[in-house]
């Protein structure tokens, strides 16, 4: 790529929107809270544990996932894994980020779901001091049970009303072939009717009628991945129209198979027909890179120009839960330094 195109976007204030917080933890540090707290793992070093990152698909992939989140036990664990990430985020000039958590993930270890939202806060309210804004957003894990999500939800009343400024939304993650959203179709109807943001993973490696299902049954106002909807064309034309985001993560559709190549990657068609896309990391720790290696291999591998890299970012931008003031905010110091 262009060396100056990569350094300016390099540089951009940027939004990312999809970011598992549990993928970002690095082998290094999975290593160091093990020790920390006890817990054996799987895998003798930090290079053997590097080695199996080599995925096939989803699956493959949450395994290791779940297995690496499981030296998370205290609240100071869920800070340090968070504060890596801002360092991170800051790094890459995200400005903005909306964050996941999968509370089912530790609530299950006997961890209760006050501990891990105190540690991310504690965290993130240390980075909104160095620059970062930040939301949060609690994902149901989807091969479990729905009524597993609705305890989980009611377990996390109180902190929707502690966390308020933070915790504004719900997702659905995790194994996305034969957990279709309409599995979920009554926990969605509960953070609705609380007012809540609404995100889901849909056509990630699921077939276009989960994206369907995510829109037209849990409502949702963006979708995460997305990628398959190009199969469906009058998806994209619904997508394009209602500005409904869909929230991209190449080097994620890479080391998951879901592309064979980058060359391949369909951001570019969806772009050209007027879909909301935007590049986000997923689970960097696990895919080889932060946002920004997100946005170099994509700009690259399909040759983006200089105005279709400032609509992805500004499409992060766009597409942020914030308010219209600090979106015109935003979109302005986008603008300012696009144009310099
Ligand atoms: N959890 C973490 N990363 C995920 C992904 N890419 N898809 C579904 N669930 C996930
Ligand atoms: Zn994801």
């Known amino acids: 790529m262009n060396p ?41 070093s930090i290079d053997a544990l590097r080695a199996a990152y080599a995925f096939t698909d989803l699956q493959s992939f949450l395994d290791i996932y779940y297995a690496g989140a499981s030296v998370l036990l205290h609240e100071q664990d869920f800070y340090d894994m968070t504060m890596a990430y801002v360092e991170r985020a800051l ?21 209760p779901i006050e501990t891990v939202v105190a540690g991310i806060e504690r965290a993130l309210a240390d980075g909104e001091k160095r620059g970062l804004t930040s939301k949060l957003i609690l994902c149901f894990l989807r091969h479990l049970s729905e009524d597993d999500a ?74 995460d991945h997305g990628v398959r909807s190009i199969e469906d064309a009058a998806l994209v034309a619904r ?11 190449p080097l994620s559709n890479i080391k998951l198979c879901v592309f064979d190549d980058m060359a391949k990657h369909t951001l570019k068609d969806l772009l050209d027909q007027g879909v909301a896309v935007m590049i986000n990391s997923d689970d960097p720790a696990y895919f080889g890179g932060y946002v920004n290696a997100n946005y170099f291999a994509i700009v690259d591998a399909l040759k983006l120009t200089d105005h279709e890299a400032y609509t992805l970012l500004r499409n992060s931008l766009e597409a942020s839960f914030v308010t219209e003031q600090e979106r015109a905010a935003m979109i302005a110091r986008l603008d300012t330094y696009w144009k310099q």
Not at 21 to 26: A, F, N, P, W
Not at 239 to 249: E, G, K, N, P, Y
């Open 150 to 223: 609705l305890a989980t939800f009611d377990e996390a009343q109180p902190l929707f009303d502690k966390y308020a400024h933070r915790l504004i939304g719900v997702g659905l993650d995790s194994s996305e072939r034969g957990h279709p959203p309409s599995k979920f179709e009554r926990v969605f109807a509960k953070a609705r009717e609380r007012g809540l943001k609404l995100v889901a993973h849909a056509g990630e490696e699921g077939p276009p009628s989960y994206v369907y299902e995510a829109l037209d049954l849990l409502k949702v106002d963006r979708v």
């Open 239 to 249: 997508l394009a129209d209602s500005r409904i985001a869909l929230t991209v993560c």
């Open 91 to 111: 790094a890459d000039h995200v400005t903005h980020t909306e964050i996941f958590f999968d509370p089912q993930t530790h609530t299950e270890r006997g961890v």
């Open 4 to 44: 100056t195109l990569a350094d300016k976007i390099a540089r951009a204030p940027k939004a990312e929107l999809h970011i598992h917080i549990e993928g970002s933890l690095e082998p290094e540090l999975i290593f160091a809270l093990a020790k920390r707290n006890g817990v054996q793992l799987a895998y003798d």
